[in-house]
Nanobody
């Protein structure tokens, strides 16, 4: 059974940076797109970023475009989310997700059948 494990969350001040990591527990990385999503208390899950299997295509939500960068290292079975210029409204639990979809990276949560447990990011003002 494939497991995705996120790490790198924490408590930071506004304007700071964090890098989240998501590692796949299987020996071979999932051959498909990966995505990052987040959910704040009382809010619906929000898509953040997605990356194709090759890493050459990325897709971002408008709310994070220019501040967040998604990348992946298939040899390390890891996908990253570099978050810069963090804002209090970025506070949420961040989840990575995987799909076997090999088309353009999708920001639709329904595309992703595999999910991690999440890592908390808290940004203080």
């Amino acid at each position: 059974q494939v497991q995705l494990v996120e790490s790198g969350g924490g408590l930071v001040q506004a304007g700071s940076s964090l890098r989240l990591s998501c590692v796949s527990s299987t020996r071979t990385f999932i051959h498909g797109s990966m995505g990052w999503f987040r959910q704040a208390p009382g809010n619906e899950r929000e898509s953040i970023a997605a990356i194709s299997w090759s890493g050459r295509e990325t897709n971002y939500a408008d709310s994070v475009k220019g501040r967040f960068t998604i990348s992946r290292d298939n040899a390390k079975r890891t996908v990253y989310l570099q978050m810069n210029s963090l804002k209090p409204e970025d506070t949420a639990v961040y989840y990575c997700a995987a799909t076997f979809w090999i088309g353009p990276p999708s920001l639709l949560a329904s595309t992703y059948p595999l999910w991690g447990q999440g890592t908390q990011v808290t940004v203080s003002s």
